[in-house]
T-cell receptor
């Protein structure tokens, strides 16, 4: 069974440019997460979806970040414009529904962003 | 608010020796605890989790972890370390927030296994 798929794996952009990351969760997983991992730190949640609905986006910097999950499957995370401090790994993850506590969350390989 | 502490930035151990990576947590209600491993330039791989029941949980690659409620700890252990176990290890705690699970991670512990 395929795991969580993310693209691109690596992206280098100049500051003020836009960038987008795509994620395809594990088949049947209705809960999707975007995490950001800064160098030397643990991942931090940006946004969580249940099907198409964003149920927790309190940590998403909404002035420059946006996300969507049309049709409740694939998701896209966008940054516009990018800043130097956005350099990080953007991790997509998914888990089964019902989203009861204790469900294992599975991560993709990550999209490594460098803003120069 | 929930939180996880991994007090050691790095743990060094000789191959064949037992290893322990420490984790303590803080959460309201019952904790659901996880360990993940991250190899260089890779995503996070699930190792094991504690939900309920036996305090000793066994996971992938010979790893196990012991849940201790009184000490609010969930230390990762392996009886005999391998050089290939060298990686970054994250402890995480889950809570039932807003109707779903939300993982909060520690800052990670770099494990280095030497010959």
């Amino acid at each position: 069974e395929a795991g969580v798929v993310q693209s691109p794996r690596y992206k280098i952009i100049e500051k003020k440019q836009p960038v987008a990351f795509w994620c395809n969760p594990i088949s049947g997983h209705n809960t999707l997460y975007w995490y950001r991992q800064n160098l030397g730190q643990g991942p931090e949640l940006l946004i969580r979806y249940e099907n198409e609905e964003a149920v927790d986006d309190s940590q998403l910097p909404k002035d420059r970040f946006s996300a969507e999950r049309l049709k409740g499957v694939d998701s896209t995370l966008k940054i516009q414009p990018a800043e130097l401090g956005d350099s990080a790994v953007y991790l997509c993850a998914s888990s089964l529904v019902p989203a009861a506590s204790g469900n294992t969350i599975y991560f993709g390989e990550g999209s490594w962003l460098t803003v120069v | 608010a929930q939180s996880v502490a991994q007090p050691e930035d790095q743990v060094n151990v000789a191959e064949g020796n037992p290893l322990t990576v420490k984790c303590t947590y803080s959460v309201s209600g019952n904790p659901y605890l996880f360990w993940y491993v991250q190899y260089p330039n890779r995503g996070l791989q699930f190792l094991l989790k504690y939900i309920t029941g036996d305090n000793l949980v066994k996971g992938s690659y010979g790893f196990e972890a012991e849940f201790n409620k009184s000490q609010t700890s969930f230390h990762l252990k392996k009886p005999s370390a391998l050089v290939s176990d060298s990686a970054l290890y994250f402890c995480a705690v889950s809570s039932f927030t807003g109707g779903g699970n939300k993982l909060t991670f520690g800052t990670g512990t770099q494990l280095k296994v030497e010959l």
